[in-house]
């Protein structure tokens, strides 16, 4: 069992459940996530689905891969888990009026201990959660226990290291290699100091393969996640009001509901240095939001999201 502060370290404490975040990263920022062609015809059938196949959600959330995923096994039973007990309430509410006639279980549970039979599930499955545990590789082994033989076990998490955002906005802004070098390194600093703090690994996408085979997960693939973000005036394409929204949300939300000024620290930065970080992240949202206004923002960011998936044997 793990202890109350290895879970409290994390991010779990109602992070995810408060309104404002639950709304713009758990409903909105999921409408507009997955290309659905890529979803369908690439990844779900890499999942091995039959239609009565038992799926587990991993730190569910709102129920979003149980419910993405309930159409490819209509006679089969959708779990879903999450620390939160708000979102799993959500979770029900929201299953149960978009699929009536589906069975979904949503739980509260603990990712290092599932409450969850052994050898039950067909497929197991998670989406940005491993990023926010102090030891992903002990969420790895349970996600593995209660996968039945020849069963998948997928994670599907991000790698912030290779997000070209930075780059492309900072390049049409007019910054210089030196604003430029500054802001990686802070940021890198903020990432090691986020880590040092038990708070997760921004970075995990790159380390997921190696982790399944050092939980003694078979890995069948590895892929990338096929999204761009592009934003092309005048933004009338379906869900750019959604992208535009997130995209203009002013640093202090970050900074404040993140605790950014904490992670910089442990992460060797100074009060003087964050200071610079803050006041550069706001020069960079003003004259991002200026360019919306004026239609002259036109941007192509990626976002790394590495998918792998493996085989319990
Ligand atoms: C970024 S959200 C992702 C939610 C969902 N997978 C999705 O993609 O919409 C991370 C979720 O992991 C949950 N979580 C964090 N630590 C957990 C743990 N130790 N056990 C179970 N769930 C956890 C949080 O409550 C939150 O709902």
């Not at 802004?173 to 990686?184: H, I, N, T």
């Not at 394409?237 to 900074?255: A, C, I, S, T, V």
């Amino acid at each position: 069992m793990s202890s109350e502060s290895e879970i409290k370290k994390g991010f779990a404490e109602g992070f995810w459940s408060d309104e404002e975040i639950k709304e713009l990263f758990l409903e909105k920022q999921r409408e507009f996530m997955w290309n659905d062609d890529y979803w369908r015809n690439v990844l779900v059938p890499l999942f091995n689905l039959r239609y009565d196949s038992t799926v587990l959600d991993v730190g569910c959330g709102l129920g979003f891969l149980a419910r993405k995923l309930a159409e490819h096994h209509p006679k089969g039973k959708s779990i879903g888990v999450d620390l939160d007990p708000k979102l799993v309430e959500s979770a029900k509410k929201v299953a149960q009026k978009i699929f009536p006639n589906h069975a979904f279980d949503f739980r509260v549970g603990n990712a290092y201990e599932l409450p969850v039979e052994s050898e039950s599930v067909d497929l197991t499955i998670c989406q940005c959660v491993l990023m926010h545990l102090e030891e992903p590789l002990k969420a790895l082994h349970e996600m593995q226990r209660v996968t039945k033989k020849g069963g998948r076990v997928v994670a599907i998490e991000p790698d912030y290291g290779s997000v070209s955002f930075f780059d492309s906005a900072f390049e049409k802004m007019g910054y210089s290699v030196d604003d430029r070098a500054k802001f990686w390194r802070w940021e890198l600093q903020r990432r090691i100091g986020k880590k040092k703090l038990g708070k997760g690994d921004d970075d995990i996408g790159s380390k997921l393969a190696p982790l399944f085979f050092q939980s003694g997960l078979r890995v069948v693939d590895v892929r990338c996640f096929d999204r761009v973000f592009w934003l092309i005036p005048p933004y009338d394409r379906k869900g750019n009001d959604l992208e535009l929204e997130q995209l203009l949300l002013p640093p202090e939300f970050y900074f404040e509901k993140l605790d950014a000024r904490a992670e910089f620290l442990a992460g060797g930065g100074t009060e003087e240095e964050f200071k610079e970080y803050v006041s550069l992240m706001k020069k960079e949202h003003e004259i991002r939001q200026r360019q919306v206004k004026e239609k002259t923002y036109v941007a192509s960011l990626t976002q790394a999201l590495v998918i792998v998936i493996g085989e319990k044997i």
